[in-house]
């Protein structure tokens, strides 16, 4: 597989259940990104990690739980969540160097909480 | 906060019709600038990027786009657009001290070409 992977691309769960977004990227980056895209908005980041650390957390609610083992893998791990968390999940790596940073995305992972 | 404004949400045009997305900034220091396309059920591709250099980018699909640093614009340019153009653009700028490769995306701007 070449590009970002992101796993499941649909998903439905209620406001109890714990689930948890994959991404994976083939590129050899060394930086990966969560989004979230919801209709009429701009992406809101949510975090970043360089090198496996995470360097930003952009007061995203603890419900949202990022996890990345290596370098490769990125998890978003969700529970509790509100209706209001409904929308597209996207990954995103780059090789971030010198400032310059062409990210790559993923095709996204379809939220709806009921 | 540095932020990026798209002044364009929802544009309608013809086939053949010229187009000129805007896109400004809000941040005095070096930039990157980005162009991105979500064509409808596809992901995020980009379209072009500036980094430094000539002002004018040139990317796929016939877009270009002008970086006019006393204007903190980078406004996305097509001379004939086609139906296949429909699609959503975002632009998006990394602030170029930036070592975390953080991206500020605007709000978008959907476009629709009508055959």
Request: charged share 15%; with cysteine.
């Amino acid at each position: 597989e070449t590009g970002v992977t992101q796993t499941p691309r649909h998903l439905v769960m209620g406001m109890t259940n714990k689930k948890s977004l994959k991404c994976e990227q083939h590129l050899g980056h060394n930086a990966m990104y969560w989004y979230k895209q919801s209709a009429k908005k701009p992406l809101e980041l949510m975090f970043v990690y360089n090198f496996k650390e995470q360097t930003e957390n952009n007061s995203v609610p603890s419900r949202f739980s990022p996890e990345c083992p290596n370098s490769s893998h990125l998890f978003l791990h969700l529970h509790t969540l509100q209706p209001e968390d409904s929308a597209l999940y996207l990954c995103a790596s780059s090789q971030v160097a010198s400032g310059h940073n062409e990210q790559f995305f993923g095709p996204g992972t379809r939220l709806t909480v009921l | 906060a540095q932020s990026v404004s798209q002044h364009n949400h929802h544009v309608i045009l013809s086939e053949a019709a010229s187009l000129e997305l805007g896109c400004n900034y809000s941040y005095g220091g070096t930039v990157n600038l980005f162009w991105y396309v979500q064509y409808p059920g596809q992901h995020l591709q980009l379209l072009l990027k500036y980094f430094s250099g000539d002002p004018l980018v040139k990317g796929i699909k016939g877009f270009e786009a002008e970086f006019i640093k006393s204007k903190f614009s980078f406004n996305l340019r097509k001379p004939s657009v086609q139906w296949s153009d429909t699609a959503e653009y975002f632009c998006a700028v990394t602030l170029g001290s930036s070592n975390t490769g953080k991206l500020i995306f605007g709000q978008g701007t959907t476009l629709q070409v009508k055959p």
